[in-house]
């Protein structure tokens, strides 16, 4: 699997629009995962600012078509640079700037770039030179781990130039979990109602040699078939990130990174719609089993409670449980130790269990039930 093909891949993905999107069977999960990538930016922003830095400047690496540009824009952003080697993509995100551009209240400056970040050096394109405080490598590195050569060109090209105590932070399939579910089902396959998973080599599987690099598997979601992926096992992202001066801060599955988050990121997790309504009419899932927790939720509520709650249905829960998030500090200068930052304080190499229970919340605190 080339990157050429990827870019193929990519390019023809349509851009959905929102009415499509309300449609989706997966449209809550969705929403779940844009929510996730706003906390993490917004919490690797907190770092960056603790560093004094005045103009964070940010690369956006296998950027897509631009689905972050608002979040870094909301951050704080002073210049992105967005980088991926799907051109049709590119060019998608350049106009999503340019609209973003035409209502203007200090929006940041950006450069786009198209190029293959397992082969190119990055740096040859880049206009201004100076170092990144934040690099942002969202559901994409794993597709660099298609053999060693490509995933530490892809990683040099990541953090190579980002500064002292600059911030790198990403997501990524889960291969622990990914490994397990493919293992536990048939022939290597793990299916739900809005996901399919299906490792490539059975054998390697069965023998468990699951290789380091080019450990091949295809996930689709919702049926969207997607391009050939490949499993990044943590260890080696953190041993290979390691080499250019990487710190891990934290790493943890979406199950934990939610439950962390929920808290900070309750208003925004409503407003972006990230959990669905539990009873309502219309319900996503609608395979008996889907929202049997939810069920019991409401079942053990009080007398005067409001009987709502926030959930996502069973298949939507388990196929986000196949990610994981992650966030790594470059060393600082000899001398220039810093206090760790507030919010990461508790940094921990979480491999969390993800059968534990799902998020609820109760509908006193989440959207009135009308709303879908
Ligand atoms: C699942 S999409 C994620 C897009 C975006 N980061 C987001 O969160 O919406 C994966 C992206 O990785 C990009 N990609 C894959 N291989 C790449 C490579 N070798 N160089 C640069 N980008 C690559 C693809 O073109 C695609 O846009």
């Avoid at 921990?348 to 605190?365: F, L, N, P, R, Y």
Wanted: aromatic share 10%; net charge negative.
């Amino acid at each position: 699997m080339s990157a050429a093909e990827v870019a193929e891949h990519y390019n023809k993905v349509r851009q959905a629009g929102i009415e499509d999107r309300k449609e989706s069977r997966i449209f809550f999960m969705r929403n779940m995962n844009n929510w996730i990538k706003s906390q993490l930016i917004s919490d690797a922003m907190k770092i960056v600012n603790e560093n004094d830095v005045r103009d964070p400047r940010v690369l956006d690496i296998a950027c897509g078509k631009g689905g972050d540009l608002r979040k870094w824009d909301i951050s704080g952003a002073k210049h992105v640079v967005m980088a991926d080697v799907a051109d049709v993509s590119v060019k998608q995100a350049e106009e999503r700037y340019k609209q973003m551009h035409k209502y203007p209240d200090n929006i940041f400056s950006a450069q786009f770039i198209v190029a293959d970040c397992t082969k190119e050096n990055l740096e040859d394109h880049i206009e201004h030179k100076d170092l990144f405080d934040l690099v942002s490598c969202q559901f994409a590195m794993h597709y660099s781990f298609v053999d060693e050569s490509s995933a530490r060109t892809f990683i040099k090209n990541a953090v190579g130039m980002l500064k002292p105590g600059g911030v790198f932070i990403g997501t990524l399939p889960d291969a622990d979990r990914i490994v397990w579910a493919v293992r536990n089902g048939e022939a290597g396959k793990f299916a739900n109602d809005v996901c399919k998973i299906t490792y490539e080599n059975v054998e390697e599987l069965e023998e468990g040699k699951v290789p380091l690099f080019g450990a091949k598997f295809h996930f689709s979601l919702d049926e969207q078939v997607n391009c050939p992926e490949f499993l990044a096992h943590f260890p080696l992202v953190k041993h290979l990130l390691e080499e250019y001066e990487m710190e891990l801060l934290f790493v943890k599955n979406f199950a934990q990174a939610i439950q962390d988050w929920l808290e900070p990121g309750r208003r925004l997790l409503e407003s972006m719609k990230g959990l669905e309504t539990f009873p309502n009419n219309n319900l996503s899932g609608k395979g008996a089993g889907e929202y049997e927790e939810a069920e019991s939720k409401i079942e053990s509520l009080g007398e005067n409670v409001p009987k709502f709650v926030g959930t996502l249905s069973k298949s939507e829960w388990e196929a986000i449980c196949m990610y994981l998030v992650f966030g790594f500090q470059k060393k600082k200068a000899e001398g220039k130790e810093e206090s760790e930052s507030p919010q990461l304080k508790r940094a921990h190499v979480e491999q969390v269990d993800t059968k534990e229970e799902k998020v609820h919340t109760t509908a006193s605190e989440e959207q009135p039930p009308n709303q879908h």
